[in-house]
């Protein structure tokens, strides 16, 4: 399962979902159901500008975890 890390790094970057949102130039429920993992997909333009914002590389933001479960919804 992918596990999106976004929460982590907004927490290191001492930074908030809005003003991430706002940097980004998406809206904050999108930033919102990407944080929380539901996002079912993400551009390649959406994780650069992400990654350029909080100045990390795409694995900070995604992880894979074999061991964890996909939801019982696929999501």
Same mark, same amino acid.
């Given at each position: 399962?992918?596990?999106? %890390? #976004?929460?982590?790094?907004?927490?290191?970057?001492?930074?908030?979902?809005?003003? #991430?949102?706002?940097?980004?130039?998406? +809206?904050?429920?999108?930033? +919102?159901?990407?944080?929380?993992?539901?996002?079912?997909?993400?551009?390649? +333009?959406?994780? %650069?500008?992400?990654?350029?914002?909080?100045?990390?590389? @795409?694995?900070?933001?995604?992880?894979?975890? @074999?061991?964890? @479960?996909? @939801?019982?919804?696929?999501?």
């Amino acid at each position: 399962m992918i596990i999106v %890390n #976004l929460d982590v790094m907004l927490a290191r970057r001492k930074m908030r979902l809005g003003e #991430l949102a706002d940097i980004v130039g998406i +809206s904050i429920q999108n930033l +919102s159901v990407l944080k929380t993992g539901k996002a079912r997909a993400i551009r390649f +333009s959406t994780l %650069n500008a992400l990654c350029l914002a909080l100045q990390c590389q @795409p694995a900070d933001i995604l992880e894979f975890d @074999p061991a964890t @479960p996909e @939801p019982e919804d696929g999501a």
